[in-house]
């Protein structure tokens, strides 16, 4: 009988899933035979006969194997394929369900900081904190874009569209075109596919988030020949409610005003 052996990751894999290292042995000598009785998986996998029930059994119990009635029992390896994709969509909602529990926690406890304003220095901090900020946002999100850094379209785009279909009612005022890493870029071009309102004009090289009024986040750059230093981006990371309510005001005031007149594009 051949004895088959497998890489380490695919031993961790399954101790992941929360079997024993007996539980492991006969799993991968059952699939080697596909069906087989206790003692050809004891032979096969070196688990000592006074043990091969017993971790037959929990193997059962555990959904790897099926335990077919006879003289002798015989166990049927249930196929990979099939336990790996019942543990990954369980894994998922356990992981989401957790996600969503600690999520509630973190967002109900920040304003309880004393200074509940951060500085985040560096464009990939910025850009992964901009995310996080939107993948909270229940009710509004103002973005207003006056530059962007390498690869944060795309970034910004995705996590924007899954906003929009949780409903919420997302406000974009960008410049009309944008410098990137020296290339000048018609933004709109990028993410006028949105299903949200979208309007240009030429604003201040800075850029913000705010969402439901309670939180914003406001980036700055130093400026060279009019092109921004992306190695000195800084990012202000803002939970006071009334400042986030103020500068939320204040957007809205903006939207409204006939700055837009001549160079603005909509989508409803």
């Known amino acids: 009988m051949v004895k088959i052996s497998v890489n380490r990751n695919t031993l961790l894999a399954l101790k992941s899933l929360g079997l024993s290292d007996y539980e492991i042995k006969a799993y991968i000598a059952n699939i080697s035979i596909i069906s087989g009785t206790a003692t050809e998986i004891s032979l096969a996998s070196n688990v000592p006969r006074s043990k091969i029930y017993e971790v037959l059994k929990s193997l059962a119990k555990k959904g790897f194997v099926e335990i077919i009635r006879g003289k002798p029992l015989k166990f049927s390896v249930i196929p990979p394929h099939e336990i790996f994709e019942k543990s990954r969509n369980q894994m998922k909602e356990q992981m989401d369900d957790a996600e969503n529990e600690l999520s509630i926690i973190y967002e109900n406890q920040i304003p309880n900081v004393p200074a509940p304003m951060w500085l985040i220095h560096g464009p990939e901090k910025i850009v992964k904190k901009e995310i996080e900020i939107i993948s909270r946002a229940k009710k509004s999100l103002f973005i207003l874009g006056g530059f962007m850094f390498k690869d944060e379209v795309s970034k910004l785009k995705e996590s924007l569209n899954k906003a ?89 005031f903006i939207w409204t005003t006939e700055l837009f007149n001549n160079e603005m594009i909509e989508k409803i």
């Not at 230093?229 to 103020?246: C, H, K, R, V």
Request: aromatic share 4%; with cysteine; hydrophobic share 40%.
């Open 164 to 252: 929009i279909k949780r409903g919420v009612h997302v406000k974009v005022i960008l410049a009309p075109f944008l410098n990137v890493d020296n290339d000048k870029i018609s933004i709109l071009e990028e993410i006028c596919e949105l299903e949200c309102e979208i309007k240009t004009i030429n604003v201040p090289l800075i850029k913000m988030v705010v969402r439901d009024d309670k939180e914003m986040l406001m980036g700055v750059c130093k400026i060279k020949n009019n092109k921004i230093m992306p190695q000195t981006a800084i990012g202000m990371w803002n939970q006071y409610n009334e400042l986030s309510e103020t500068i939320s005001g204040l957007y809205s």
